[in-house]
């Protein structure tokens, strides 16, 4: 297995016409028309990545051989952000990558030839089983959603799903949050700019989340779960011109991935002790940490949810035509 990291903090709109004219000049970053296990072989493929819990299935299908048995050599490699990526897999440097919805939507929106493969996640169940969590220091009197009003919140990318699910929470609570600011900082330092007062709250995510709780931080909001529960909120996703060139082993990946999720679900476990093995995270905190759902079915009503939020709150400037376009098909 090869692991590696890349810090490539990515606004996506900045990189627009370059990724489009990288995926114009590559061939997608494999041999065109592959087929998985073809004379015994496998095909390599990269996929794209955040070290966060909910990308933790990746190792479980590495190591349980799902993805052999599909065929696949998978090489993971992780970046800051969701929206890093994305330019990842239209540059052909990933064949697929994880983003989070609001990030996918906002590439299309951009113009970008992204496509939906398989779903990833999805917050669960209550607002304190949520993977995800607005955090403040127990003594900055902000007590309830109402006292956020006005609040400086740390996001790890601005304009993207953590704005777009907390402002949506805070809809249904029926909560003001015209006043809000947001600073971009990335998870593992988000903490220490608590601390310090640089925001009032954070956002962030597992396993992050629970060493906050861990220091008497007290959560807030139960931001994926209160704002859209139980939807898939995070999809691996490939460039069209990939999906188009090497459809076998799009669906090779597709299977593997909802075969993977499907076990992860049922073994939440061994979700946990390879995540400590595989992401370098200590055994005792992936043993408390909230782990999200591992959805197998596509949610397009679900990213139509997302997507109608996300043009609401002018993070993307219209909605798609057709979602359903925006999936991979094929048998």
């Known amino acids: 297995m090869n692991i590696r990291t890349s810090r490539a903090g990515t606004v996506i709109g900045a990189l627009a016409a370059s990724v489009l004219l990288l995926a ?17 072989e496998l095909v390599d493929v990269k996929v794209g990545t955040i070290p966060a819990i909910l990308s933790a299935p990746l190792f479980v299908g590495i190591e349980e051989g799902i993805f052999e048995e599909h065929g696949l050599n998978v090489e993971v490699n992780f970046a800051d952000g969701g929206a890093a990526v994305i330019p990842s897999v239209l540059s052909g440097e990933n064949q697929f990558g994880y983003s989070n919805v609001v990030s996918q939507l906002a590439a299309i929106d951009e113009g970008l030839p992204l496509r939906f493969v398989q ?4 917050p669960c169940c209550e607002p304190d089983e949520d993977d995800h969590g607005v955090l403040v220091l127990p003594d900055s009197g902000i007590e309830t959603p109402e006292d956020l009003e006005g609040a400086n919140i740390a996001v ?40 310090r007062g640089d925001v009032d709250a954070i956002w962030v995510s597992e396993p992050d989340r629970t060493p906050g709780l861990q220091k008497g931080w007290t959560q807030i909001l139960g931001p994926g779960v209160e704002s859209f529960p139980d939807v898939v909120s995070g999809y691996y996703s490939t460039s069209q011109q990939y999906a188009e060139e090497n459809p076998e082993v799009v669906k090779a990946f597709r299977d593997a991935l909802a075969e993977v999720n499907e076990f992860s679900e049922e073994n939440p476990d061994d979700v946990r002790r390879i995540a400590a093995e595989e992401m370098g995270y200590d055994l ?22 997302y997507g109608s939020a996300a043009a609401e709150y002018e993070v993307i400037d219209g909605e798609p035509e057709d979602y359903e376009a925006l999936f991979i098909d094929g048998e």
């Open 24 to 40: 114009g000049c590559s061939s997608g970053g494999g041999e065109e028309s592959a087929s998985p296990g073809e004379g015994g």
């Open 119 to 122: 779903a990833s996640w999805a």
């Open 156 to 195: 790890n990318t601005l304009k993207n799903i953590g704005e777009v699910e907390i402002r949506r929470a805070l809809d249904k609570l029926g909560v003001d949050h015209s006043g809000l600011t947001w600073t971009q900082i990335p998870f593992s330092d988000m903490g220490e700019a608590l601390e």
């Open 284 to 305: 005792d905190l992936i043993a408390e940490v909230n782990l999200p759902k591992f959805p197998v079915e596509r949610d397009v009503e679900g990213l139509q949810e």
